[in-house]
């Protein structure tokens, strides 16, 4: 079975700084995708980046980056120049890709909480 | 606007008093699936449906029931509810399996079992 592994339960950074969220994960499957979503206090969840694992190419999404290391199953979101707004649950989570013929769902880390100092 | 919605948002009731939390999304979607979160343990998967009249079990299923007659609602039902159901319910859907494919979450139901 596929773990995640969000091994910070909170982090804090001054407004305007760059934080690392960190987070790794187990499977034997080669297709699958890893996934970054945030959970600010309206309890919605949204999807902050997405990284295939096929493709070394780190994903980017404006100030959101993500540092994947596939051999050392590594993860990690990069914030950068954040934001009040920022300040959430962080999850990272997984799923195996189309071809692992399977219907499983996300699996998710138990979170990071992240807060913002103005 | 695509959306998947659930009702109620907020519910508390009683051991035992059967309830159905309503889940329903707009963009035709064939893979459907609810999720409870509970404090430092992140979501896990309850129940998912590949498509109508099939549903499969995630990995916490006990206690709970589903049931997909229409493509597009996917009701979850706790028959004799209890206090260790006490959580945070997401709905979730996707126009298929895999990673490719996005999954929409539903704004969230809070239950407290009394």
């Known amino acids: 079975a596929q773990t995640v592994t969000q091994s910070q339960p909170e982090m804090s950074v001054q407004e305007a700084e760059t934080v690392t969220l960190s987070c790794t994960y187990d499977t034997s499957e080669s297709d699958y995708y890893l996934f970054w979503y945030k959970q600010p206090p309206s309890r919605q969840m949204i999807l902050v980046i997405r990284?295939?694992?096929?493709?070394?190419q780190n994903a980017t999404e404006n100030r959101f980056s993500v540092n994947f290391q596939k051999a050392a199953k590594s993860f990690s979101l990069k914030i950068s120049d954040s934001q009040l707004g920022d300040a959430a649950m962080y999850f990272c989570a997984y799923r195996v890709g189309h071809s692992g013929g399977g219907a499983d769902g996300l699996t998710f880390g138990k979170g990071t909480h992240l807060i913002i100092q103005p | 606007e695509a959306q998947v919605t659930q009702n109620p948002r907020y519910l508390i009731t009683v051991t035992g008093k059967k309830l159905t939390v309503t889940c329903s999304q707009n963009m035709n979607h064939e893979y459907m699936s609810w999720y409870r979160q509970d404090p430092g343990l992140g979501l896990r998967q309850i129940y998912y449906?590949?498509?109508?009249?099939?549903?499969d079990k995630g990995d916490v299923p006990e206690g709970y029931k589903v049931s997909r007659k229409e493509k597009r609602n996917f009701p979850l039902i706790l028959e004799s509810p209890s206090p260790n159901q006490t959580s945070l319910y997401f709905c979730a859907s996707s126009s298929g399996t895999g990673g490719q494919e996005t999954q929409y979450f539903g704004p969230g139901t809070r239950l407290l079992v009394l």
């Open positions: 449906s590949m498509n109508v009249e099939v549903t």
């Open positions: 990284q295939e694992a096929y493709k070394q």
